[in-house]
């Protein structure tokens, strides 16, 4: 039975909350292991010997877009995402202070 209250739509987005930039973080990450063949199990591997902290089904889902997670693990599977791609092309996982501030030449920023 309904309450009557209608909660609002809230698109992903919206569910990535530590800061403005995360969705666009986890795309350029999702670009990087498509474009490299870069499985979530083999980035979590990276990860975990970089000393990140998440466990395997956290990184998935925010893989996926489903989870959100602070910036400095963001960062580490960055990290890990540039170095398994490291010499196969040139995909880039972008890093929260590459986001910050407006855009530049050295600072590109996304709409």
Known sequence: MSSGIRMP???KAQHMGFDSNEPEQSRGLQAVLTAEGIS???LWLQYVSL???LADVEVDAYVQGALSIPSLQ???LAVAA???SEGHGSAHAPYADELLGSASPEN???P
Do not use: F, K, M
């Open 74 to 76: 963001r960062d580490i």
């Open 9 to 11: 739509a809230v698109s």
């Open 82 to 84: 540039n170095e398994l």
């Open 40 to 42: 979530t199990e083999t």
């Open 51 to 53: 000393g990140g902290s």
């Open 108 to 110: 590109p920023v996304s």
